[in-house]
């Protein structure tokens, strides 16, 4: 059925008066919107450096990422930015000079297939890579292709010739097939089977990788089908020049296309959610059909072209429809706005209040009472009132019909929807913040001055804490809330008051906007900081940090669902009362389900004025109404739902100094690097302004950074060291989602910092301070050996030489003697003596001289043993050294030496033993020297507890002096072995050998 001419007069001035600005953060990226039947159209003509004339081939790709061709090339979309895949971020398109690049399908393991002139290219993640070419691609570029269900791709080109390539690239080209230069539409159809529209008549379909031409039913008017496309039911739908078919089953339904003054031939067809086609057109712009009639939107509309290229349904319900001129959005409608263009008698509606009969009465905060209706086409408003200027602060319904009204000159009026004249009211009094009507039809009127309370024409003040009063409200059991600045007052019906002062936040107070009930029993103020709990419960805030999007609440209405719609700075907030009860009460830290309408959804826009009150209301049928800023937004509480999903989060590029980074899985920062830009997205091609993002670098950032919808993080100077990058993303519900996108990031220390180099300097240091302690100690012992020789010099000159004399003089007497003499013998002992020191004496002067040289340890206990032990008739056996013998050095053969003499010194005075035995045993960790006798023995543990034994003692002394153990075995009558543990090294401590005595 053709649509007739004035009907497409009427749609185009609805569509111009619905017409609404984009906000300003989005300028620079979209054109202006408007709203159409139930959708916002949003459009891109350019963004930065990308420009998106000539737009066509729109893929959506499973993670989300919206791919098209444009002027500039390639181009992605997450939801915010279009990135435009050139020569110069991807190496494969190198070399080519104005390559056009066209986005065709995505094969069941992710990968995009592009074609061109210089062959088929596939994209996996950011990386661009060739896969298949041939001759006939360079002047028969691929433009439509589809996979079927082994995952090879079907390719048709401008010309109509054919081919299949695996995911290898192997190609192979079909012959004799298509011939017409209108092959380039391919769809897929619930079986897997691909449809290709061929031109003149020819439709094919693959099915288990034959490819067929198909007959259409006898009768069909389907004259050259350009375009072909599969429906969720089944059908199969055509497009020519002039109509569009749908085939199902063996019927063929033919709806001819509205006329139109230009070329109207069908170049796109698509379905949305609701089963309505929309037919794109070259040069009459969009067609919708809803199995009976057309409806059109053209660039007079606000499309961006009429000459339309490709429609591409999302993930999430939004239409994309791409033009010679632009991509547009048709984003799904969940709320109904009205705006001055409209019938609002103001941009700005200020207060709303809806009386008892039906009627909406509007203070707008630049004066003027307003009194009308609200309806789908066109509203109808009417001022009340004589003075334009007269401002109005507070708005109340009145119980017997019509509106209380109050001014900042103190009066309080009431009307009614046919009267414009005052009905009654009060004069005198300070300005009238807030009114309130009860159930026993007494008036509260709230004033900068007190709280004031009339009933059968006497008006009486109500004493408060605080005379700044701001909002009144009613409760379900009747008792009246008052809040003013420092807190709130419940007065139950019987007057009785009950203060609580506000749970104040750091450095800043509470100003209550609106008091609501949710549920029954709770009552909650709306404040600058948040929802206030007042009752109900224990009094605390609900704010930013429990999961509200703002702490602004300006507006509350529930739906009868069990949830809560706030009025908010931005938009409108939808949260679970049970969460909010929870979350008041301590059992839960946040609100988990929060839905956010903001004016990307459609909302006029604009934040609500501080006056007049109130801004919303429920009205009988269950719909919400809430006043912003620019307009009035009415939603079905049961239906309007966020659209969208999660965010899917990627890390799109980094930089270090101004230059990319293209290795993204083995990031390497050289040493010396000043800036590190990491920049990621979140692709939600709905609320992309909107997602919000949080991110940290672990080693660095010791906890999470809300970065807002800010894209970038930049770090500076970071240290040596390996770092991994997280971020995330808030989903339309206000929660972090649970995925995660990281990199990893290696920083490189400079050469002065890297392990190698301070490995170097530290044996550089320390062979330097060894060498120079070697200097010392050659120094050192030059003068030690010179103090050394000056010692023996003198003593041997002096010392030896005096004993010598001696010697000469008492051999003199000796000799005098006679052989009987009795003083012969005593004689002979000091003799004796006097020699055994001399030879002692000598040999500490040749150690002075010569302290370096090697001794022989055996040969010295050997002497000192028969020296010690020589009259006392002990046989001394020496036994072999058993091991490699080594050199100790002389303090330790000089300690070795005198705790064996000590201990042979111990054997002569108190054992008389009649054999001794010496054994030295070498091992590569230590020395183990014992001495055994058969003689008398002793309690050992009972000579430790006696004082005098001091030879003992000085063993052990000794030992400790040169790292050594000594252990004593003995037993009264058995005889006593005492076994000296002397380590190779210092830092050798093993105990005695295995089966060995001590």
Not at 74 to 87: E, S, Y
């Amino acid at each position: 059925m053709r649509s007739s001419t004035v009907r497409k007069l009427f749609l185009y001035l609805v569509l111009k008066a619905l017409f609404l600005t984009v906000p300003a953060q989005q300028a620079c990226a979209q054109q202006a919107s408007v709203i159409v039947d139930r959708y916002k159209v949003d459009t891109w003509r350019s963004q930065e450096e990308v420009r998106l004339a000539f737009t066509s081939n729109l893929v959506q790709t499973r993670e989300g990422y919206l791919w098209l061709s444009s002027q500039s090339g390639l181009v992605r979309f997450d939801g915010v930015r279009f990135k435009a895949f050139t020569a110069e971020n991807s190496p494969a398109l190198r070399g080519h000079t104005r390559l056009i690049t066209i986005p065709l399908a995505q094969d069941r393991d992710g990968g995009l297939w592009v074609g061109s002139g210089s062959g088929l290219f596939r994209v996996a993640g950011d990386n661009v890579k060739l896969i298949a070419t041939n001759a006939a691609f360079k002047s028969d570029i691929v433009n439509a292709a589809a996979v079927d269900p082994q995952n090879r791709l079907w390719a048709v080109t401008r010309s109509g010739r054919v081919f299949v390539i695996d995911r290898s690239g192997k190609q192979r080209e079909l012959e004799g097939t298509l011939v017409s230069y209108s092959g380039s539409s391919m769809t897929v159809d619930n079986n897997g089977d691909i449809w290709i529209a061929a031109g003149e008549g020819a439709i094919y379909r693959i099915r288990d990788g034959q490819l067929k031409r198909i007959r259409l039913p006898d009768g069909a008017q389907v004259q050259d089908p350009s375009r072909v496309y599969a429906t969720r039911d089944g059908a199969v739908w055509f497009g020519t020049q002039t109509a569009i078919a749908r085939w199902k089953g063996d019927r063929i339904d033919y709806f001819p296309l509205p006329t139109t003054n230009g070329f109207g031939a069908v170049t796109a067809l698509a379905e949305d959610t609701d089963g309505r086609m929309w037919v794109g057109s070259y040069g009459a712009g969009l067609h919708w059909f809803d199995g009976k009639e057309f409806s059109s939107f053209t660039r007079a509309d606000g499309l961006s072209d009429d000459r339309i290229i490709d429609i591409l349904p999302d993930h999430q319900g939004n239409m994309w429809v791409a033009t010679r001129d632009g991509l547009n959005r048709f984003r799904p409608l969940q709320v109904e706005a009205f705006t001055a263009r409209t019938g609002l008698p103001s941009d700005m509606p200020g207060g709303m209040v809806r009386d008892n009969e039906g009627g909406v009465w509007l203070a707008p905060p630049t004066g003027g009472l307003f009194h009308g209706h609200i309806r789908d086409a066109a509203s109808s408003f009417r001022r009340v009132g004589k003075s334009p200027a007269d401002l109005v602060l507070s708005l109340a319904p009145a119980r017997k019909g019509g509106v209380w009204v109050g001014r900042p000159n103190g009066v309080v009026s009431r009307y009614s929807g046919g009267n414009t004249s005052v009905l009654g009211g009060v004069k005198g009094l300070p300005p009238v913040t807030d009114l309130l009507e009860d159930t026993s039809g007494a008036l509260w009127i709230a004033t900068w001055r007190g709280l004031y309370r009339g009933h059968d024409g006497q008006l009486e003040p109500i004493e408060q804490k605080d005379d700044f009063i701001l909002r009144l409200f009613q409760d379900a059991a009747g008792a009246v809330w008052v809040a003013s600045l420092t807190g709130v007052t419940r007065i139950d019906p019987a007057g009785h008051q009950t203060f609580t002062q506000w749970p104040m936040p750091q450095q800043t107070g509470i100003r209550p906007n609106v008091i609501f009930e949710a549920p029954k029993g709770t009552v909650w103020v709306g404040s600058d900081e948040g929802l206030v709990r007042v009752g109900g419960g224990r009094t605390t805030i609900v704010a930013v940090e429990e999961g509200l999007p703002e702490s602004w609440v300006g507006a509350g209405e529930t739906d009868g669902v069990g949830r809560l719609w706030l009025g908010q700075l931005g938009g409108l907030t939808r949260i679970k009362i049970e969460e909010l009860i929870s979350v008041a009460d301590g059992k839960l830290a946040s609100l988990l389900d929060v839905g956010s309408f903001k004016p990307l959804d459609g909302l006029p826009g604009g934040d609500p004025a501080a006056w007049p009150h109130p801004w919303s209301y429920r009205d009988p049928n269950g719909k919400l109404w809430f006043a912003m800023g620019h307009g009035i937004v009415a939603l079905n509480p049961e239906t309007a739902k966020p659209i969208g999903a999660a965010p899917k989060v990627y890390i799109d590029e980094a930089f270090v100094d101004g230059t990319r980074k293209s290795d993204l899985d083995s990031l390497v920062i050289e040493p010396g690097s000043r800036r590190i830009d990491i920049r990621y997205t979140g692709v939600d091609l709905t609320h992309g302004p909107d997602v919000r993002f949080r991110y940290r670098l672990d080693g660095f950032d010791p906890d999470w950074i809300d970065a807002g919808t800010q894209r970038v993080a930049s770090y500076t100077r970071l240290a040596p060291g390996t770092y991994k990058f997280r971020v995330s993303a808030k989903d339309v519900r206000g929660q972090w989602s649970p995925t995660e996108a990281s990199i990893s990031l290696r920083v490189l220390a400079p050469f002065y910092l890297t392990a190698w180099f301070i490995g170097l300097v530290i044996l550089s240091l320390t062979l330097v301070l060894w060498m120079y302690h070697r200097a010392a100690l050659r120094i050192r012992g030059a003068a030690i050996m010179e103090e050394r020789t000056r010692l023996a010099r003198d003593i041997h000159d002096s010392l030896l030489q005096g004993f010598g004399g001696i010697a000469l003089q008492l051999h003199a007497v000796d000799q005098r003697l006679g052989t009987h003499s009795p003083e012969r013998a005593s004689l002979d002992r000091i003799l004796g003596l006097v020699d055994r020191t001399l030879t002692d004496a000598r040999k500490v002067v040749w150690d002075i001289r010569l302290p370096n040289e090697a001794d022989d340890l055996a040969a010295s206990l050997q002497l000192s043993a028969h020296r010690i032990l020589a009259d006392t008739g002990a046989v001394v056996n020496f036994a072999p050294a058993q091991g490699t013998t080594y050199e100790l050095s002389l303090s330790v053969r000089q300690q070795c030496l005198a705790m064996v003499e000590e201990a042979l010194v111990n054997v002569r005075k108190h054992a008389g033993a009649s054999i001794v035995v010496i054994k030295l045993v070498y091992t590569w960790q230590a020395l183990y020297i014992t001495v055994t006798d058969d003689g008398a023995g002793f309690d050992v543990d009972e000579a430790r507890r006696r004082n005098g034994h001091w030879g003992l003692q000085g063993m052990q002394e000794r030992a400790k002096a040169i790292g050594a153990h000594v252990e004593v075995e003995s037993q009264p009558g058995v005889g006593t072995t005492i076994g000296i543990q002397v380590p190779r090294r210092r830092w050798l401590r093993w105990g005695l050998l295995p089966g060995s005595r001590a």
